[in-house]
């Protein structure tokens, strides 16, 4: 789309009269460059005078982080990171892949970079990546520019990757390319809160829909249909709101809108790029198209007040509209909506019922108010309450240190025969099976009053990262759990 068009598309719902720092970026003047500046250690990346805007990243990721940041398989990932949208402000952006995958054939080798326009107000970098077989190359050549109606930098982002061999890919089938997943910095809210916690951003991702309606995906941690199969309309925008510092877009140019599709990772919030090339694009250049900036106020809030959460499909989580939220200490009195944004400063994650049917919420009935984990059945297999949600990986404090956990529930039965009923839990690497055995308290069988159980676990192993949590039964009968408290121990 030429260069106008954009302006004049984006441009419609800017105010030009802009007071202070706004008429002031509005008024600036950039002078781009990709620069080499060193230490101990050297860093490059581009540069706005002496503002940088953006750097180049090529560390080497050890777990957990290549598990947690879904890096698997790209030890060395090539990011552009810390990426700034106006002069002066900080960082909306944490990172952009500049590396394509499908399946095992990933780019994660740096083959080149290409600069033109440096000390102008127009720098074009092309980074040449390709798999270590050399199956597929591909050039993301970035022209990063400054639009003054928007006060914005905009980053735009022109992809040409070539297939050495089609049937390396496939045998004449459709092969999808994930072609970037950026995330954003300070997204999503800490789950807990602790001393020294970050500050949250954002509440929704709003997308214009192939019909021309402006859509809403709520920042929670469910992996429901809301966060999949996202597709938009030509030229279409995706962003992130609603910030008053800033909202960061990204538009979908030429025909990538046709054949990409989104999807939204309910841990972290990254934005899955998708392209699907049929096995006759295969055999000439596949091309992307899209760019990044930050969406002008006006704009980001229309968009936000316009925007409508979609239909949950019929099934998504049995069809329940809320989970038990998982708190610390918790009287299960909270829910956590599936298809609602967060609420407040932290971003919480929730118990699921597991393995045999039986586990209920009842919101009648508990120890110490109206909330209580049910699990009631007549088999003599295993039902629960499970929860996956502490641990530095699910965005509470750091493991440095932690000397293990204290973990407390008082259940209450009713005619429970086999093991009978405990909390159990394990230490994890995400996205990995566990390696690291259910540490179980004491277990309780029979009809009894409430009781206290309690679990004592030892520190964290190495590299792993997040403990899942499980209120069980094993066997016949009901069971209730009240009044959770986790104490992480230091």
């Not at 798999?131 to 109606?149: G, I, N, Q, W």
């Not at 877009?249 to 699907?276: E, N, R």
């Not at 016949?476 to 121990?489: A, P, Q, R």
Request: charged letters at 20%; one cysteine or more.
């Amino acid at each position: 789309m030429p260069v106008t068009r954009f302006r004049r598309c984006i441009a419609a719902c800017v105010l030009f009269a802009l007071p202070g720092a706004a008429a002031a970026r509005a008024a600036h003047k950039p002078v781009f460059t990709w620069q080499v500046r060193g230490d101990v250690n050297y860093r490059q990346g581009i540069y706005d005078g002496d503002e940088q805007i953006a750097v180049l990243d090529m560390s080497t990721l050890d777990e957990p982080m290549q598990a947690l940041m879904f890096f698997s398989k790209v030890e060395r990932p090539l990011l552009l990171r810390q990426i700034k949208l106006s002069p002066g402000a900080k960082p909306l952006v944490e990172a952009v892949q500049l590396f394509w995958k499908t399946g095992d054939v990933i780019t994660t080798r740096l083959d080149g970079i290409a600069v033109e326009g440096n000390g102008t107000d127009r720098l074009t970098v092309a980074f040449t990546v390709k798999d270590p077989h050399d199956a597929l190359t591909v050039t993301r050549t970035l022209t990063v520019t400054y639009d003054a109606a928007m006060a914005s930098y905009v980053y735009d982002f022109r992809d040409r990757a070539v297939v050495k061999d089609p049937e390396t890919l496939s045998q004449g089938g459709r092969v999808n390319f994930e072609f970037c997943d950026p995330w954003l910095s300070n997204s999503p809210a800490p789950s807990q809160r602790f001393p020294g916690m970050w500050k949250g951003r954002y509440r929704n991702f709003v997308y214009e829909a192939p019909d021309g309606r402006v859509a809403a995906i709520p920042h929670n941690h469910f992996s429901s249909s809301l966060k999949g199969g996202i597709a938009f309309k030509q030229d279409g925008v995706f962003a992130a709101v609603y910030e008053p510092d800033g909202c960061p877009a990204f538009q979908f140019l030429d025909d990538t809108p046709a054949k990409t599709h989104v999807s939204i990772c309910p841990w972290g919030y990254d934005i899955h790029m998708g392209y699907a090339a049929e096995f006759a694009d295969l055999f000439k250049p596949v091309a992307t198209h899209f760019r990044l900036f930050q969406l002008p106020d006006a704009r980001a809030k229309a968009m936000n007040a316009a925007a409508v959460v979609p239909a949950l499909r019929p099934g998504d989580f049995g069809g329940a509209t809320e989970l038990p939220m998982y708190e610390r200490v918790s009287g299960f009195d909270k829910g956590v909506a599936i298809a609602k944004p967060r609420e407040g400063d932290i971003d919480p994650w929730f118990w699921l019922p597991q393995n045999e049917k039986g586990a209920v919420w009842d919101r009648t009935a508990g120890r110490s108010g109206p909330g209580s984990l049910k699990i009631e059945k007549t088999t003599e297999g295993v039902a629960s309450w499970s929860s996956m949600s502490e641990g530095q990986g699910y965005f509470t404090e750091p493991w440095t240190p932690c000397k293990g956990y204290e973990i407390s529930v008082w259940v209450k039965t009713s005619g429970v025969t086999g093991p009978g009923v405990s909390i159990g839990g394990a230490y994890h690497v995400p996205n990995i099976p566990p390696a690291w055995p259910l540490s179980r308290s004491e277990r309780v069988k029979g009809t009894n009053d409430w009781t206290r159980l309690v679990l004592r676990m030892g520190p964290p192993p190495e590299k792993t990262s997040i403990m899942s949590l499980h209120l069980q039964m094993a066997g016949k009968g009901i069971c209730w759990f009240d009044d959770l408290e986790v104490k992480m121990l230091k």
